[in-house]
């Protein structure tokens, strides 16, 4: 029963230390963009009527419900984007946890499990961060990006990460890829963000399971890319984001 309990607190904080990190990743979607200043830092705003948002407004997810999915001030209708973002990071912060239990029932803390806990945390930030940010506006941003890269090849020194030299034959197979079918399609078919995501990709993977996750993103993305085309009643010119 201690253990049931302490793993119960444990994955609710983090889901609520999630929810807070998701809300924080819309606010940098929004200001990376739009090179607002004070990325991070500043009061938050509506997008819309550009009114100071007050503390109960910006409460991860339960502002949404109790506002009913509307702005306070100019009940202009809040994206689904933002409790989406809150509930998939508060939800990886909690699964999370069940791959790397840090923390026993005695309290004691796992110093290298805490360490990997932190670092898929870390990347979670940077993907779910690149996956809504790239879904918006059709692009990545390499201030998020390219330290993320350089944190993962840093993080090949620690236990259960690929190895520097997996990592660097993961990161040139979907460079190399990506790369090639730039080049053939003079960037068409596929955009020069998706390079940094693949080197991502790689250092955080490995050769070997970059391999399986290329496939499967190409398996995954053509069939949302149909109904894509299905919906926009069209099959050539349709962008969708990788």
Known sequence: KSTMSITIIAIASLCILGA?????????????HHGKPGILSGRSRCPDCDTQLQTKDLIPLVSFIALRGKCRYCSKEISYMYPLLELVTAALFGIFFLKFPFVNELLHFDGTLLVQYALYAFFTFILVFTFFFDLRYHHVADEILLPAILVGLVATLIPGQP???????????????????????????????????????????????TIVALMLSYIVGSVISIFIALKKHKFYGVQVPF
């Open 20 to 32: 807070a990190t998701g809300s924080f990743i819309s606010v940098l979607i929004y200001r990376l």
């Open 163 to 209: 190895n520097l030299v997996d990592a660097l034959l993961g990161m040139i197979i979907p460079v190399g890829f990506f790369g090639l079918q730039l080049l053939i399609s003079k960037g068409k078919w596929i955009g020069a963000g998706d390079l940094r995501i693949g080197a991502l990709m790689g250092i955080m993977l490995g050769w070997q399971l």
